[in-house]
């Protein structure tokens, strides 16, 4: 298992990258054999530190979790906490998921961007029309190509209020998403007009 473990502003000592790499190892070794790469990040909040871990399953699928405490060692084992939870309630649908799917997952590379919020409303201008967002960031992300029970469980594994993913059924692009009554909710556009077209 390739563990990737880095620190934001935090010098991460040998000790504590043993500590990972060895409770990590253990906790996906549980109910996956077959190699993951799993990401590990530390930061400071104020006196707190925070710890984002990842694993990216040999189905395709990423699992994630975040965690804080006053010691770094905790906030690291709360995390993993979370992430084994997640492996153990998922493990009989991943294992159903990977003897389904005879090819790897395949994503489209799409452009990201983060618009800068409005927060003085003096600002904005009178005319909707007129509105431009102002980008921030520009990064890439990937939309996988999933069926419909994979996006919902890559999206409960990630902790995700929605995912985009390419429908595996018909190609087209869905979202599905945490409904507020506790549901999930699926967008299929299938039917929409293009263009104002009928």
Request: with cysteine; net charge negative; glycine share 6%.
């Given at each position: ?61 990423t699992a994630q979790a975040h965690a804080e405490s006053g010691e770094i060692y905790a ?124």
């Open positions: 298992m390739q563990i990737t473990i880095t620190g934001k502003h935090i010098d991460v000592g040998e000790a504590l990258r043993a500590h990972v790499e060895d409770n990590m190892t253990a906790a996906v070794g549980k109910y996956f054999d077959r190699p993951v790469d799993a990401n590990v990040v530390f930061s400071r909040s104020g006196h707190a530190f925070k710890c984002d871990s990842s694993v990216h399953l040999a189905t395709g699928l906030a690291f084992d709360q995390a993993t906490d979370r992430i084994e939870k997640q492996l153990r309630r998922y493990k009989r649908r991943l294992k159903d998921h990977h003897q389904a799917r005879k090819d790897p997952i395949e994503s489209l590379e799409a452009q990201s961007y983060v618009l800068r919020g409005q927060d003085d409303e003096a600002d904005e201008p009178s005319d909707a029309a007129g509105i431009q967002p102002v980008i921030i960031a520009e990064m890439t992300t990937d939309i996988k190509s999933l069926t419909v029970g994979e996006a919902v469980m890559q999206m409960e594994l990630a902790h995700r209020p929605f995912l985009m993913f390419k429908n595996d059924a018909n190609g087209r692009i869905n979202v599905v998403y945490q409904r507020d009554d506790g549901n999930v909710g699926w967008i299929d556009p299938a039917n929409l007009p293009v263009n104002g077209n009928e």
